[in-house]
């Protein structure tokens, strides 16, 4: 009789680690963006060869891993 190829593995023998690459992956959202600045970062796509969506993950990950803080006064 063989074994099935499930239960010919050891699984606590794995020494499962943990993905480096969990920190990179990207979660899909729906977002609300002005118009002005969806083209501001078009631009900047057809300037750098970059797309647009990825400009705008790049900035807004600069802003996360920087701490930016909004400052913004109402007068």
Do not use: H
Not at 23 to 39: A, E, G, N, P
């Amino acid at each position: 009789m063989s074994l099935s190829m499930r239960e010919g593995y050891n699984i606590e023998s794995l020494n499962p680690r943990k993905n480096p690459y969990t920190k990179r992956l990207k979660k899909q959202i729906t977002i609300d963006i002005d118009s002005d600045t969806v083209d501001y970062f078009k631009k900047q796509s057809e300037e750098s060869g970059i797309p647009y969506q990825t400009l705008i993950n790049l900035y807004l990950s600069d802003c996360a891993k920087s701490r930016k803080q909004l400052q913004m006064s109402w007068k």
